[in-house]
């Protein structure tokens, strides 16, 4: 079945970094990938998705590319801030499902 | 902006009591998911719907139902709670069948069974 495998935390950087999170994922088909981001005390929020191969999705400084060859969806942001710490989340839709399946999450906190 | 509301953010109930989550979407969305989120374990879907009176089992559905009267309504009941139960369950909802839409999240309900 489809599945996603995303890096275990937690990841500690300090502020400025540079973030990697990988996400690697199996479906049939084509499917749709999304990273969603979780602040303390909150529920999911859309952060950037990708629909096709080659796709590139990006918000507030994050980007994550399709990449259909290597199956993965790796997240990146060339220098975080305190307010990235949250827990990020990667996900797939595919035409076999109509629901989203979500990888384990990784938890980020950024040192001042 | 989509709003998903979910009517309890903290709940403690005893062993055996009937719990119902209620979850409400103002975004006239056809689908409706209710995940459990447990730390190491990511997101477990455990029913959703995808019309009024339609409802599909998901991944983790034993000890749960749900019940989906009106399209922008969908309760989640634990018919006799367990303190495996305790958790944080989202409410989560999205138009369509398009693989691309969005899947909106309410804040979650914390729920400690004791």
């Known amino acids: 079945g489809d599945s996603v495998t995303q890096m275990e935390g937690p990841v500690t950087l300090s502020e400025e970094a540079f973030l990697t999170i990988n996400c690697t994922y199996t479906?049939?088909?084509?499917?749709?990938l999304f990273w969603y981001v979780q602040y303390p005390g909150e529920g999911l929020q859309l952060l950037l998705k990708?629909?096709?191969?080659?796709d590139k999705g990006s918000n507030k400084g994050f980007e994550a590319t399709y990449r259909k060859e290597t199956t993965s969806f790796h997240l990146e942001k060339g220098s975080v801030q305190v307010s990235d710490s949250a827990v990020y989340f990667c996900?797939?839709?595919?035409?076999?499902?109509?629901?989203?399946?979500f990888g384990s999450g990784t938890r980020l906190s950024i040192r001042p | 902006d989509v709003k998903v509301t979910q009517s309890s953010r903290y709940l403690v109930k005893r062993t055996g009591e009937k719990v119902f989550l209620e979850c409400v979407q103002d975004?006239?969305?056809?689908?409706m998911f209710w995940y459990r989120q447990d730390p190491g374990l990511g997101l477990r879907l455990i029913y959703f719907s995808y019309d009024v009176k339609m409802k599909e089992k998901g991944d983790i559905p034993e000890g749960y139902s749900v019940s989906r009267e009106k399209k922008e309504r969908f309760s989640l009941i634990l018919e006799s709670a367990s303190t495996n139960q305790t958790s944080m369950y989202l409410c989560?909802?999205?138009?369509?069948?398009?693989?691309?839409?969005?899947?909106?999240f309410g804040e979650g309900s914390w729920l400690t069974v004791v």
């Open positions: 989560a909802s999205s138009s369509g069948q398009g693989l691309g839409n969005t899947i909106y």
């Open positions: 990708a629909t096709k191969a080659d």
């Open positions: 975004m006239d969305h056809e689908n």
């Open positions: 996900a797939l839709r595919s035409s076999s499902a109509s629901k989203i399946i």
């Open positions: 479906a049939t088909g084509y499917p749709s």
